[in-house]
């Protein structure tokens, strides 16, 4: 259906092909990075949240509890107790930004660090057959076949 409520009848069969190629291709990875979160002692959201503090955009391995907000798309106060609660487990360090007192960096300590590597070390091959999937699809969508 279309944000105008109507539908669009030139759908043809391989758009839904390829959408739930993509919603399995997608629900698979995110199952296996369920599992291996598990084996090194993470919830699912606790392994996004170390993964984007450490590839932050910038290359700083850092970031505030404001930029992690915007890339888990999660409320603040929901990011906010997830926070805490990784850094009680001792997974995240605070360090005072230089620029502004109010505002904190974390970054990951070296129990976070260690169990991170593992989940991105158990999910290469994953990672590269979701990536294939993705451009297999994008082929297919710029060709038309």
Known sequence: MNPDGTTDQAMGAEEYREAAALREG????????????A???LTPQRQLLLLLIK???DGSERATVT??????QLAQNTVTDLVARAEEAGL???ERSADDGRSAYLRLSS???????????????DRRRLIALVG???R?????T
Request: charged share 30%.
């Open 55 to 57: 590839g932050a955009p």
């Open 26 to 37: 997608l629900r698979r990875f995110l199952r296996r990075s369920e599992e291996i979160a």
């Open 39 to 41: 084996a090194h002692g």
């Open 92 to 94: 995240l360090t605070r």
């Open 111 to 125: 129990e976070g660090e260690r169990r991170l590597a593992g989940t991105v070390a158990g999910l290469v091959a």
């Open 140 to 144: 297919s969508q710029r060709t038309g």
């Open 136 to 138: 297999e699809l994008d």
């Open 67 to 72: 930029d992690l907000t915007g890339r888990m």
